[in-house]
């Protein structure tokens, strides 16, 4: 039977290659993230301590009491799901409904958030990082970690969708919320500028409302922010501003 085993010489080539692969991935990458790293120099290390604990504190406390009512709305039948198969467009309407249910409960109870005193007492904690990174979307008050959450549950107990489209329903939020607290860009410059793609929105909106406080208070979409008037001016110019930094690596300007 053949068997190959690899001598010294060999395995200290393949050693030699592959750490030359992995620096070069990194290199790359670096340059790749930190070319699309919104707030070059916001990220602070003992901001990010603070938000880990808020985080596991929350994450215990509305972890458990999300879990416990969902399972004693599950146990009662006040969630249920269709499990009968649906057309395309079925789906697509119940998880519609769902995207701009959230958008609009977001929106305006975050909005609510804003003022006083139910900022200091609550959303404030949210507000540590003006610079957010990916542990900022857990660093919220149990109170507010609640609020978000709930929305789903209330959803489903009022109407019951298919189980095909709460499958789609239950990661956006998951997605959605360390996205736009990711303090990196990846859509297209033309983002803004086009009709079809500039009513959802992206990490830049986010972390605007995060640098400034007093704009940009949506969730999913940017519509609320523009029928209401909430949408700060120098967005979509800030934005195309950010897109235009040169890609290559320790070249891009300084934030302005
Ligand atoms: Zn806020």
């Not at 880990?52 to 004693?72: D, E, F, H, P, R």
């Not at 006083?116 to 542990?135: C, D, F, G, Q």
Request: glycine share 8%; proline share 5%.
């Amino acid at each position: 039977m053949f068997k190959h085993t690899f001598s010294d010489a060999q395995l200290l080539h393949w050693y030699v290659v592959g750490f030359i692969a992995v620096g070069l991935a990194a290199g790359i990458l670096s340059g790749f993230f930190k070319a699309r790293k919104i707030q070059p120099r916001g990220f602070k290390w003992k901001t990010f301590g603070q938000e880990a604990l808020v985080a596991a504190i929350t994450l215990t406390i509305s972890g458990t009491a999300i879990g416990w009512t969902q399972k004693w709305l599950l146990a009662h039948g006040i969630i249920a799901f269709r499990h009968n198969a649906a057309p395309w467009w079925a789906i697509a309407l119940e998880y519609t409904a769902y995207f701009l249910g959230f958008d609009t409960w977001f929106y305006s109870l975050h909005r609510w958030m804003h003022n006083e005193p139910i900022y200091r007492w609550v959303h404030k904690l949210h507000h540590r990082s003006t610079a957010p990174n990916l542990l900022t979307t857990l660093s919220v008050h149990p109170l507010e970690s609640v609020i978000n959450g709930g929305f789903i549950v209330i959803f489903v107990s009022l109407f019951h969708v298919h189980q095909a489209a709460y499958v789609l329903m239950a990661p956006t939020s998951m997605i959605m919320g360390p996205y736009v607290h990711s303090g990196y860009e990846f859509f297209p410059r033309w983002w803004n500028r086009s009709w079809a793609t500039k009513w959802f929105i992206t990490a830049a909106f986010h972390d605007q409302h995060h640098k400034y406080f007093t704009a940009n208070f949506g969730g999913y979409t940017t519509i609320w922010d523009r029928i209401c008037g909430t949408m700060r001016p120098r967005f979509e110019a800030d934005f195309e501003k950010l897109k235009s930094r040169p890609v290559r690596p320790g070249k891009q300007p300084a934030e302005a």
